[in-house]
């Protein structure tokens, strides 16, 4: 059996007969006390988000899932396409499951996917994304002086962001997947 | 993030750190113009508090002969502060760091983290109510700032805050009455029949934290922040125990948009009771097979010696009047679950102390998304900076 320290982003838990698909976790001691993990977790069959909070260490049942790199492809009609370039299997997974993050992927790009019994139930970006700069207005004179540092600029996958003035179109910019904010030049 | 080059770069990043450096400013602003002085006591401590099951930092101090002593980073400046009210202070404060190992490097934990502690001597825990809603209510002011962000909550700092005793809020949210669950046996019996699974080795405050965490903890602060207090007498820590009903303890927390920013306590000041709760934690922490170093007997002869040191010291009412105005029915319910702080000064009005989580509290100013947003160089930091 496994116990709470095997919980992990993307790992899929059975609860209560239903299976949830780990979202985000993480500890915490109430008043100085035992630790607990909090978990919210997504339900695999309704799409609904709990909240469950375990004692750390407690008993779990989570259910093998297989992580496995692919490359994202293309995207049509709400449904997402990668494939394992390993052996060239493709798979697809909607809307839903892929969630916010959809807005970060462009073809070519490597993510890993939680496979439940051959079922993709989950993506994990990476933390930093390269794209290219495709629309960047020029810095007008005066925009430091008004206060204007940033300017938002247009990536190569259809991405908004914020990015310094000094970004010019055709560079290649790092974004964090995580905030969805401009993190360096490439 | 917020390393060098996020400052530099991120104009968001930026400015919560320019609203760090003014929140902390306007904190040490705030206490000493309602009459506290700020006191500096050690990060390396020789003995320690004995919380079982927070995780210290070891640290080795060497003499210039060779001679080592291990010493413990803080988890909190507790004991010097009230060493300083058994030395005559009576109404005092420090800011500064303190470290917890063992806790996650994000979401609302980093190891290192700044804590502010304030004590009155004599005072009463609803004495230091009153001064945490004051100072959030005064920071508020000072930066233009109405509302506190947690994830995707708002919660407007400027109205009255919400008071509720733990036996309220199990009663709300639970449907169960906190009087008839006061044992393990009852608590355990409870926690079944709502599904949790309750092991032999789990605690009566284990079950009550599956049951607190589960149900209640993220409604709490929602509308509007809210100090819950009155914890059952098993989970007293450092408090006293309630003078209306012994079965509970003066212990509050405060929490804002069910982010929990700070415990207090109406202080314990019988040295022998103390001794022998640490005893017992010392002793727990010798069972989970934790690190344990002799209770510090300094501690122990400060609380002897008696806090506040001075009697002739007046307690005082709420020192400033609210903008607002407290709901009657607020103010009824206060009454009959507490002491009037303004009454005499009697055998268990000797001390109250709160410690307020200083990077969870800017997190709320600016809305920061994680605790790394409000701190410099974090633990996470550092770790990923050069990767």
């Given at each position: 059996m496994s116990t709470t320290s095997d919980i992990r982003k993307g790992a899929v838990i059975k609860h209560n007969n239903n299976l949830y698909v780990v979202v985000e976790f993480q500890h915490v001691n109430p008043g100085k006390g035992a630790a607990f993990t909090r978990t919210r977790m997504k339900d695999l069959a309704s799409g609904k988000v709990i909240e469950i909070t375990y004692k750390s260490g407690e008993s779990v049942e989570i259910v093998e899932v297989q992580f496995q790199t692919m490359q994202y492809l293309y995207q049509t009609e709400g449904r997402y396409a990668f494939m394992?370039?390993?052996?060239y299997e493709q798979i697809e997974m909607d809307a839903d499951s892929i969630g916010d993050d959809a807005?970060?992927?462009?073809?070519?790009l490597d993510v890993v996917v939680g496979l439940y019994e051959g079922r993709p139930v989950s993506i994990q970006l990476p933390k930093k994304v390269q794209y290219k700069v495709v629309e960047a207005p020029p810095a007008v004179r005066g925009d430091s002086a008004a206060g204007n540092v940033t300017k938002e600029i247009a990536l190569d996958n259809g991405l908004k962001i914020q990015a310094p003035i000094f970004i010019k179109e055709g560079e290649e910019v790092l974004v964090n997947t995580e905030t969805g904010e401009y993190s360096a030049r490439a | 993030m917020s390393t060098w080059s996020d400052l530099k770069h991120n104009p968001r990043l930026k400015k919560i750190f320019d609203q760090r450096i003014k929140i902390v400013r306007l904190i040490r602003e705030f206490f000493w113009s309602q009459g506290f002085v700020e006191a500096e006591t050690p990060l390396a401590l020789r003995f320690a508090s004995q919380e079982p099951y927070l995780h210290f930092f070891p640290v080795m101090v060497t003499h210039a002969t060779g001679d080592e002593y291990r010493f413990y980073l803080r988890t909190s400046p507790e004991f010097a502060l009230k060493k300083l009210l058994a030395a005559g202070w009576n109404k005092v404060f420090e800011i500064g760091k303190c470290f917890r190992n063992h806790e996650d490097f994000g979401g609302t934990h980093n190891p290192e983290f700044t804590m502010i502690e304030w004590y009155r001597a004599p005072g009463t825990y609803q004495n230091f109510m009153d001064d945490m809603e004051e100072l959030f209510k005064f920071v508020g002011k000072e930066l233009l700032i109405e509302t506190l962000r947690y994830k995707d909550k708002e919660i407007k700092v400027n109205q009255t805050w919400e008071r509720m005793s733990m036996k309220e809020v199990w009663e709300k949210y639970v449907g169960v009455d906190l009087d008839n669950n006061l044992t393990i046996e009852q608590l355990s019996n409870t926690a079944r029949g709502r599904g949790y699974s309750v092991g032999n080795k789990d605690s009566y405050e284990d079950i009550f934290f599956k049951i607190f965490l589960n149900?209640?903890?993220?409604?709490?602060?929602?509308e509007r922040p809210m100090f819950l207090y009155d914890y059952p007498a098993q989970m007293a820590s450092l408090s006293r125990l309630c003078h209306h009903d012994p079965r509970y303890a003066e212990r509050v927390e405060c929490y804002i948009g069910g982010l929990e920013i700070c415990n207090g306590f109406?202080?314990?000041?019988?040295s022998d009771e103390q001794k022998r709760r640490l005893e017992v934690d010392r002793a727990v922490r010798h069972q989970l097979g934790k690190e344990t170093w002799p209770v510090d007997e300094d501690f122990i002869a400060a609380l002897k010696s008696g806090i506040p040191a001075n009697l002739s010291f007046q307690p005082e009412r709420s020192p400033v009047p609210y903008g607002t105005g407290r709901g009657v029915a607020e103010k009824s319910r206060l009454a009959k679950t507490s002491r009037d702080p303004s009454a005499a000064l009697g055998m268990t009005d000797k001390a109250a102390g709160i410690a307020l989580g200083v990077d969870r509290m800017i997190l709320l100013f600016t809305g920061a998304r994680d605790i790394n947003e409000v701190i410099f160089q974090s633990v996470n930091d550092q770790l990923t900076i050069n990767n």
């Open positions: 394992n370039m390993n052996n807005k970060y992927l462009k073809e070519g | 149900e209640i903890e993220s409604h709490l602060g929602i109406g202080e314990l000041t019988d």
